[in-house]
């Protein structure tokens, strides 16, 4: 069920981290996302040399700084009731804390918040303990948020997304009599998941020209970013046992963007009939933060609205309760710089704009319908929302819609400020991804970013 609103979401709680205090900020004490970090602090080692810690331990960002939750822990700062919840002792890493239930996780928002607001009571007569358990952003590096994802799903929840690219593969046949019926999906690979920031080695593989009588085998020329959400699984489920769709957001504990990169080429060849494969399984960026589902309560909205003549949704991927708050309404932002824009300073440019609200399918019902046979959810599997478009034409989610200009003509490439043009990535390209919360009466909260540079294929 969505989180209702409570008085971790009061616009006016303040934090004693002064930077979250700052109007435009995306870390307020609202929003407490989790990640996993090390510390660049270095120690001298046995053997005389400076080092680094190898290290990952868990945390929160608050402000321009980060929350070290093991550290809180150790100073004594949550109650003990916190840790019977959770089933742990320790919150060292964020696997310790990965199966707890909903209102563990609740538990421990609270006892953040109540560690971190200005007004709190926990530091009185230990003052000292604040510098012990908060660290510069600057001073750490983000790992990603699990150290190993045990599988990976994605899906097409945007009807505008398939509309479109489905009135591309298939002029005369877009949507496919499925779609407004049973959510779409395939199976990722979780290996090949990659933290924000790594570079993406252009994939090679076969493409098929319409009029060339055999396929050819080479770097793709079409390679595609997909804005996402992805989603993470917190307590699992039995196999062979489904997920209620009105206990489905019990089992997820937050989102962060996704961006699942494509070679166009190779997946319009390879598509039929089992649906993708190598076109997407070389890279899928994950951003660093995991912006938990009690965040994001006062953003909440109605399941888009199905227009007269679809379909209601079969009773196992209905609940009321989901129809009225099963959406969320992130604005979700594409940004691209190529390699001379960055050489010469010049700032990226925005190339679409959207809004997680426009997906025809809920989160919930995309969960519910995944373990509705019975398939087993690991804590930690991602499932990612599949290309995030809406409406309008400047709400694309990825290159292969935005530059086309309709059946027949040619594509439209995007003009860069340097002259450069783009239909599709270049080597070079870096792609950033933004995702940010805003409503009247209620903080901004904020996704960080997702970032990904394209380097050249190697044989
Ligand atoms: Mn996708």
Known sequence: MPYDINETHDPNLKSWVESANAPGTEFPIQNLPFVQFESLETFLADDGETRVPEHYSAGVRIGDHLLDLQRCVEEGLFKDELFDALGTPFLDSMES????????????RAGIVNILRKDGAVFRGNAGAKSKIILPIADCRLLPIFKKIPNYTDFYASIHHASTVGAMFRPDNALLPNYKWVPIGYHGRASSIVPSGSTITRPRGQTKADDAPAPTFGPSKLLDYELEVGFFVGRGNELGTPIHIGEAEDHILGLCLVNDWSARDFQKWEYQPLGPFLAKNFATSVSPYLVTMEALAPFRVPAYPRPAGDPAPLPHL????????????????????????????????????????????TIAQLLTHHASNGCNMQPGDLLASGTISGPT??????????????????????????GEKRTFLEDGDEVIMRGYCEREGFRRIGFGECRGIIAPSRA
Request: glycine share 8%.
């Open 97 to 108: 804390i990965l199966d707890a239930d909903a209102e563990a996780w609740s538990m421990l």
């Open 318 to 361: 209905y609940s009321e309760r989901d129809q009225k708050l099963g959406g969320i309404d992130i604005t979700l932002e594409v940004f691209l710089a190529s390699k001379e824009m960055r050489e010469r300073g010049i700032a990226p440019i925005r190339l679409s704009r959207g809004s997680f609200k426009d997906m025809y399918w």
């Open 393 to 418: 034409p400047d709400s694309r989610g990825c290159l292969l819609e935005l530059t086309w200009d309709g059946p027949g003509k040619p594509r439209k490439p995007i003009e860069l400020p340097t």
